[in-house]
């Protein structure tokens, strides 16, 4: 069966400092892959999305970039954090346009 | 720009009562999926509808959809403490594959 793991959960950050989350999936190839940020309370935002290994494509611009260097690995970083870049991230994968598949998502604090 | 609108944004309901929440979109779509979101946790997905279909049952839910109206109804039969949630409707645009989400809708049952 399909899983996908997100890392790590928490993760509490000053502003100007680097960031790394990591989104692995297991169980299939070649997926969709995804990062979404959630603001509170409210629904989400895609961030970035990719269809193979080193294809990247932004929906929004920001602070953040995304990189694929493995077929079931999507990371989605920053150089330099900014205070509106807190926010919950959840990384998901799908096959062409069918149901997505969430992970347990990354609450990041930006201070 | 979000594609869909859920509506109400917030409904607390008796354990044993149904729950109904609504979405509308804006342009033509080739599904329309419908994901729970338990507080803090990754979402889960519920149902996918498509277009050319008109109503789907899946246990307790019932979607329905109305392409002449652009818009889709969750209906949860006889609701539990465990559908306290938020719940999320979000389209595939044709010759697309990426979500968009709406806001959502805060579900709230009480024992």
């Known amino acids: 069966s399909q899983t996908i793991h997100q890392w790590p959960a928490t993760l509490v950050q000053p502003v100007g400092s680097p960031l790394s989350l990591e989104c692995t999936v297991e169980?299939?190839?070649?997926?969709?892959l995804y990062w979404y940020r959630q603001a509170a309370g409210r629904g989400l935002q895609l961030l970035f999305y990719?269809?193979?290994?080193?294809?990247i494509s932004s929906e929004v611009p920001q602070n953040l970039s995304a990189s694929r260097p493995q077929d079931r690995q999507f990371i989605l970083s920053s150089k330099k954090l900014l205070l509106s870049d807190s926010g919950f991230y959840l990384c998901a994968w799908s096959v062409l346009a069918h149901q997505q598949f969430f992970g347990p998502g990354t609450r990041l604090t930006v201070l | 720009s979000q594609q869909g609108e859920e509506d109400p944004q917030a409904l607390s309901i008796q354990e044993g009562e149904n729950a109904t929440m609504n979405c509308s979109y804006k342009t033509s779509i080739n599904n329309l999926q419908w994901y729970r979101q338990n507080s803090g946790r990754g979402l889960v997905h519920l149902i996918l509808?498509?277009?050319?279909?008109r109503e789907k049952h899946s246990g307790r839910l019932r979607v329905t959809l109305d392409t002449s109206k652009k818009s889709s109804s969750l209906l949860i039969t006889a609701s539990r403490a465990a559908d306290t949630a938020s719940y999320f409707c979000?389209?595939?645009?044709?010759?697309?594959?990426?979500?968009?989400f709406g806001a959502g809708t805060t579900v709230t049952v009480r024992a």
């Open positions: 979000a389209t595939v645009l044709l010759n697309d594959y990426k979500l968009s």
């Open positions: 169980g299939t190839s070649n997926p969709n």
């Open positions: 509808i498509r277009s050319n279909e």
């Open positions: 990719s269809v193979g290994i080193g294809q």
